[in-house]
């Protein structure tokens, strides 16, 4: 479960890198594939915003605020579960509010998936779409043992799911759907930066 998570979080970041080049332009929808992701890439879709998730793994439901502004995104439910992608650090933190333990893992240690290789290897297809009356990005990706994949409808407004699934040996694992999402307007100075009375352990060491 740790590498199928850690793959969708990647992933997203991913996302988020391609959706952040110099170059501005539009789409040429008719494009598939590689094409279409690498025309993707060059689009300059770089904003703040707010998303309200619906997410389901294995008939657990559950709903999440995600923040996102350039490639930093913060996630945060109900209860209280916290997950922060900083990216000026390139280390994710995951923490409970109110507790003084969390645990955090960084690109340097390789936890993520190289990012390159994923762009390159890991998605088989894709084309656009219409998602909820918009235009998306439909995206397929696997891994290289074909165990795992994961489907998602990117918005072209904000480089961002609006919907994922996760598949796991061919049964849907985890469905992932924003409800709501819009531009966020309030300071983000700390927003990306966990509390400094947590005390975080490498993931990487987590049982």
């Known amino acids: 479960m740790k590498k199928s998570i850690l793959m969708l979080n990647s992933l997203l970041i991913i996302i988020l890198l391609m959706g952040?080049?110099?170059?501005?332009?539009?789409?040429?929808?008719?494009?598939?594939?590689?094409?279409?992701?690498s025309a993707f890439k060059k689009l300059n879709i770089s904003k703040t915003f707010i998303a309200k998730e619906k997410v389901e793994v294995f008939g657990y439901a559950y709903e999440e605020i995600t923040y996102v502004s350039g490639q930093n995104i913060k996630s945060e439910t109900k209860d209280g579960a916290i997950n922060i992608y900083n990216a000026k650090e390139q280390t994710s933190y995951a923490y409970i509010k109110g507790e003084k333990k969390g645990?955090?893992?960084?690109?340097?240690?390789?936890?993520?998936?190289?990012?390159?290789?994923?762009?390159?290897?890991?998605?088989?297809?894709?084309?656009?779409?219409?998602?909820?009356?918009?235009?998306?990005?439909?995206?397929?990706?696997?891994?290289?043992?074909?165990?795992?994949?994961l489907v998602l409808w990117i918005s072209l407004k904000y480089a961002y799911p609006l919907k994922v699934n996760m598949y796991i040996a061919d049964q849907l694992f985890l469905v992932k759907e924003v409800s709501?999402?819009?531009?966020?307007?309030?300071?983000?100075?700390?927003?990306?930066?966990?509390?400094?009375?947590?005390?975080?352990?490498?993931?990487?060491?987590?049982s």
């Not at 952040?20 to 992701?37: E, F, Q, R, Y």
């Not at 936890?111 to 894709?126: G, V």
Request: with cysteine; charged share 30%.
């Open 103 to 149: 645990f955090k893992s960084t690109k340097d240690k390789q936890t993520f998936y190289d990012m390159n290789e994923i762009y390159t290897s890991d998605i088989t297809f894709a084309k656009i779409i219409k998602y909820n009356n918009e235009d998306v990005l439909y995206v397929e990706v696997s891994d290289d043992i074909q165990t795992e994949k």
């Open 20 to 37: 952040c080049s110099a170059n501005k332009g539009v789409i040429n929808k008719h494009l598939k594939d590689k094409a279409l992701l």
């Open 180 to 206: 709501e999402i819009a531009e966020y307007t309030e300071d983000t100075k700390n927003l990306f930066i966990p509390p400094d009375y947590i005390i975080f352990d490498d993931y990487a060491n987590a």
